[in-house]
């Protein structure tokens, strides 16, 4: 069983900056690829960035690519997401994700395991 833990989230104001933690526990976390997703209201859940335990390739979506940046810390069996830049439309519940079949996938359903969620609130 996988277990992640999501902290860090928080209000902060326009092109302020986040980090977020995702901590992770399970035999074989470090055979899966994880992955962060975010989910506003009314809005379906949409991949954020992507990361595998050996640290790359990192993935991104168009809409944070050059303002966010995920990263693993191998030996915590942690990743982060360093959000900068953060406008009112990345306001969201963060999640984090674990796909054991390791595809570094983009789709929410290739991810087994989920944790709770955080909330990212800017305001303008």
């Known amino acids: 069983q996988v277990r992640l833990v999501e902290s860090g989230g928080g209000l902060v104001q326009a092109g302020g900056s986040l980090r977020l933690s995702c901590a992770a526990s399970?035999?074989?976390?470090?055979?899966?690829?994880m992955g962060w997703f975010r989910q506003a209201p009314g809005k379906e859940r949409e991949f954020v960035a992507g990361?595998?335990?050996?640290?790359?390739?990192?993935t991104y979506a168009d809409s944070v690519k050059g303002r966010f940046t995920v990263s693993g810390d191998h030996a915590k069996s942690t990743i982060y997401l360093q959000m900068n830049s953060l406008e009112p439309e990345d306001s969201a519940v963060y999640y984090c994700?674990?796909?054991?079949?390791?595809?570094?996938?983009?789709?929410?359903?290739?991810?087994?395991?989920w944790g709770q969620g955080t909330q990212v609130t800017v305001s303008s």
């Open positions: 994700a674990a796909d054991p079949r390791s595809r570094g996938s983009r789709w929410s359903g290739d991810y087994a395991y």
């Open positions: 990361i595998p335990w050996s640290g790359a390739p990192t």
């Open positions: 399970g035999r074989t976390i470090s055979t899966h690829s």
